[in-house]
Nanobody, 126 residues
Framework: QVQLVESGGGSVQAGGSLRLSCAAS????????KAWFRQIPGKEREAVAS????????YDADSVKGRFTISQDNAKNTVYLQMNSLKPEDTAMYYC???????????????????WGQGTQVTVSS
């Protein structure tokens, strides 16, 4: 089992930046994919970005390309999401998740992500 704790959320004006962190503990050796998802109340959760643990491959949703960057520090078992040029439509609860499948980083299939954090709220005002 892997425990995930997100941090770094908050309120920011449009055009601003935030960096989210997700610290993992527990049985992290089998993690091959780390990802960020987000959810707006009343809407389905959507994929944001992912990174393969043992490689440099990253995948981003079209809505965040060029603005958000996912990165990782495997020595610290931490994954980050740098969010720049934030827009009001980026307002959501952001969740990190891990999968034992590196292919999950491509498909973002939620059923393949066994571990989820509790989420951190990001609010962007216009």
């Amino acid at each position: 089992q892997v425990q995930l704790v997100e941090s770094g959320g908050g309120s920011v004006q449009a055009g601003g930046s935030l960096r989210l962190s997700c610290a993992a503990s527990g049985n992290t050796d089998s993690t091959n994919c780390k990802a960020w998802f987000r959810q707006i109340p009343g809407k389905e959760r959507e994929a944001v970005a992912s990174v393969v643990t043992n490689g440099a491959a990253t995948y981003d949703a079209d809505s965040v390309k060029g603005r958000f960057t996912i990165s990782q520090d495997n020595a610290k078992n931490t994954v980050y999401l740098q969010m720049n040029s934030l827009k009001p439509e980026d307002t959501a609860m952001y969740y990190c998740a891990t999968s034992t499948s590196s292919y999950a980083c491509v498909t973002f299939r939620e059923a393949d992500f066994a571990n989820w954090g509790q989420g951190t709220q990001v609010t962007v005002s216009s």
